[in-house]
């Protein structure tokens, strides 16, 4: 496994972009406004999203996240891969991960990823340049109780500016239950 190492500046400012993006704030800048108008054009149509892109000038970066997840006892384990189509680099993105049953509060995390709630992990992908695919984040995670199943949840919520135009493969549900068998997403 290769062990990635960031600068104390770089983690910060990615915490900085998960706090921006997570509390809504109105002084998000340039890339946090692109990201917002990105979103909102989501589901409006390609006409849409062409339009928000003129105006904010945002690049185009079609984000994939996949991996799989596996549970057994009080143990979950994730491994997450993300990557970028292009045509533009995504200088970081930041991904969401869900679970309906709630983390023990002696998670430890790698790198790069923080607890954004009881049932909620943040994490950032940190370069992914475009057709070239991202490393891999492993999350071991403890979880209340032995659950029979649990849900996950993977969606991008901060992309560096950039306007995904194809969402569909950057947002998944998956149903893992307590067989201790990888369920892909």
């Known amino acids: ?42 589901g409006v149509g390609a006409g849409a999203e062409e339009e928000a892109r003129a105006r904010t000038g945002a690049a185009e970066a079609d984000l ?26 995504v200088a970081d993105a930041t991904v ?3 679970f309906s049953v709630e983390l023990a509060g002696d998670v430890e995390l790698p790198s790069g990823c923080l607890r954004g709630g009881d049932r909620v992990v943040l994490c950032r992908t940190g370069t992914l340049r475009a057709g070239i695919g991202g490393s891999g984040i492993p999350l071991d995670l403890k979880l209340v109780g032995s659950p029979a199943e649990t849900v996950v949840g993977v969606t991008t919520v901060w992309s560096g500016g950039t306007v995904d135009p194809n969402r569909g493969n950057d947002d998944h549900t998956v149903l893992v239950p307590a067989t201790g068998d990888g369920y892909i997403f």
């Open 64 to 89: 994939a996240h996949h991996g799989h997840a596996s549970l057994w006892e009080d143990r979950l384990a994730v491994w997450l891969e993300s990557g970028n189509s292009g045509p533009a680099e």
């Open 96 to 98: 969401r991960l869900t």
């Open 1 to 42: 496994m290769q062990v990635m190492r960031r600068s104390l500046f770089a983690a910060s400012a990615a915490m900085a972009a998960v706090v921006l993006v997570a509390g809504g704030s109105a002084s998000a800048g340039a890339a946090g406004d692109s990201a917002r108008v990105a979103e909102g054009a989501e």
